[in-house]
């Protein structure tokens, strides 16, 4: 039993952890708030250790004026891909009365399992939630989803010594607020590079 001047605050039956650098399954410590809009808030984020290069962490968080809303993260590493997958969803939000959601995929992929010419590449970097109000009511558990800007940035590149080429699609979802608009940058749909990067410089000297 954790106590706070005495007073019982986390009763537990057991309690188990590392005694090495080695990771663990089971749950993380519990977080509680609460506000005048949300709320009490509480979340009980559980840790899957499902494999040394792969893990999941499930951090469901009841809201009392809202619901209960299930997050989780999935990280992954391979040797020729690597990415982070993060989800939330909170069916009917019983303040704004529907569904909300948020999404969010950074990937990268050297691409070579799939039969591509060598020194092709991918990278991912997708961010969408439901609505324009996500940013103010969930600051606190999307990370980097919590801006007024969320980019969806896709790169298809290929690289052979000095020469690489590219092709990028960038689409961003703005989320307005009525009383403070903001212009919404430019998409690229498509966008075509290539680039030349000589080794030397005239004179031997390496660039």
Same mark, same amino acid.
């Given at each position: =039993?954790?106590?706070?001047?005495?007073? #019982?605050?986390?009763?537990? #039956?057991?309690?188990?952890?590392?005694?090495?650098?080695?990771?663990?399954?089971?749950?993380?410590? #519990?977080?509680?708030?609460?506000?005048?809009?949300?709320?009490?808030? +509480?979340?009980?984020?559980?840790?899957?250790? %499902? $494999? #040394?290069?792969?893990?999941?962490?499930?951090?469901?968080?009841?809201?009392?004026?809202?619901?209960?809303?299930?997050?989780?993260?999935?990280?992954?590493?391979?040797?020729?891909?690597?990415?982070?997958?993060?989800?939330?969803?909170?069916?009917?939000?019983?303040?704004?009365?529907?569904?909300?959601?948020?999404?969010?995929?950074?990937? @990268?992929?050297?691409?070579?399992?799939?039969?591509?010419?060598?020194?092709?590449?991918?990278? /991912?970097?997708?961010?969408? =939630?439901?609505?324009?109000?996500?940013?103010?009511?969930?600051?606190?558990?999307?990370?980097?989803?919590?801006?007024?800007? /969320?980019?969806?940035?896709?790169?298809?590149?290929?690289?052979?010594?000095? +020469?690489?080429? @590219? +092709?990028?699609? /960038?689409?961003?979802?703005? /989320?307005?607020?009525?009383? $403070?608009? %903001?212009?919404?940058?430019?998409?690229?749909?498509?966008?075509?590079?290539?680039?030349?990067? $000589?080794?030397?410089?005239?004179?031997?000297? +390496?660039?």
């Amino acid at each position: =039993v954790l106590r706070v001047y005495g007073v #019982p605050v986390v009763p537990l #039956p057991y309690l188990s952890f590392p005694l090495s650098d080695q990771r663990k399954s089971g749950f993380l410590p #519990p977080t509680t708030g609460g506000d005048n809009v949300n709320g009490t808030v +509480v979340a009980v984020p559980y840790y899957w250790n %499902i $494999a #040394p290069n792969r893990d999941a962490t499930f951090s469901p968080t009841y809201m009392g004026r809202r619901g209960t809303d299930l997050g989780a993260e999935f990280r992954y590493l391979e040797p020729q891909y690597r990415g982070q997958l993060r989800t939330n969803y909170m069916p009917d939000d019983q303040l704004r009365r529907r569904d909300r959601w948020a999404f969010g995929l950074q990937h @990268q992929d050297a691409l070579q399992r799939a039969g591509l010419p060598a020194g092709t590449s991918l990278k /991912l970097d997708l961010n969408r =939630v439901s609505d324009d109000d996500y940013w103010r009511d969930f600051t606190r558990n999307t990370g980097s989803l919590t801006s007024r800007l /969320l980019s969806n940035d896709a790169t298809l590149g290929w690289a052979r010594g000095p +020469v690489s080429l @590219q +092709v990028r699609t /960038l689409k961003w979802q703005t /989320l307005q607020d009525p009383t $403070a608009l %903001i212009t919404p940058p430019y998409d690229r749909l498509p966008q075509l590079a290539a680039r030349y990067s $000589a080794n030397r410089l005239p004179g031997g000297l +390496v660039a």
